[in-house]
């Protein structure tokens, strides 16, 4: 299956690595995408990836992904809680999107128990640390492999 997955970062995950690393790990974004890209091209996928802290850009990346990519893997960061602006980009394009996550947002304060973007994405993914983009990426992949082919289904 040859296809292109976003990366989407929000806010403050350009500085992984050396943020809250009790809460998020010690992990850099850059050393995260490196994961990402290996795991892709094990499968031939291909992977661009867009870090912002702005909304608005981020807003751009994914009306952009409708025709460029296949899937997006991405952690609103903040934004996640309260932005709908973000939530209406998601459901405004047909590509599936994997809300994604390094903490588990629900063992935390309580603001970040409520997520706008859930509802109108593929699925979620939370708590594995930067593991949890490699799960994500697996599900999507799974996921975008039997909408390919589903008669077809090797997996
Ligand atoms: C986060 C969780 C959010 O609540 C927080 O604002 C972040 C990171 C995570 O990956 O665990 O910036 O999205």
Excluded at 113 to 120: D, L
């Amino acid at each position: 299956m040859s296809c292109r997955v976003l990366v989407l970062n929000g806010p403050n995950l350009n500085l992984l690595g050396t943020r809250e690393t009790d809460v998020y790990g010690t992990a850099t974004l850059d050393s995260i995408l490196g994961d990402v890209r290996a795991m892709a091209a094990e499968h031939g996928v291909d992977v661009y990836d867009i870090q912002s802290n702005s909304e608005g850009e981020l807003i751009d990346a994914l009306q952009e992904a409708r025709t460029r990519a296949d899937g997006v893997i991405f952690n609103p960061g903040a934004y996640t809680h309260y932005s709908i602006a973000l939530r209406d980009a998601i459901a405004s394009i047909s590509v599936p999107v994997v809300e994604t996550h390094l903490s588990n947002v629900h063992s935390r304060e309580e603001f970040r128990h409520t997520s706008v973007v859930s509802a109108v994405c593929l699925g979620v993914v939370a708590g594995f640390g930067a593991d949890s983009y490699l799960v994500a990426f697996e599900a999507l992949r799974r996921h975008l492999s039997h909408q390919a082919s589903p008669t077809a289904r090797t997996d």
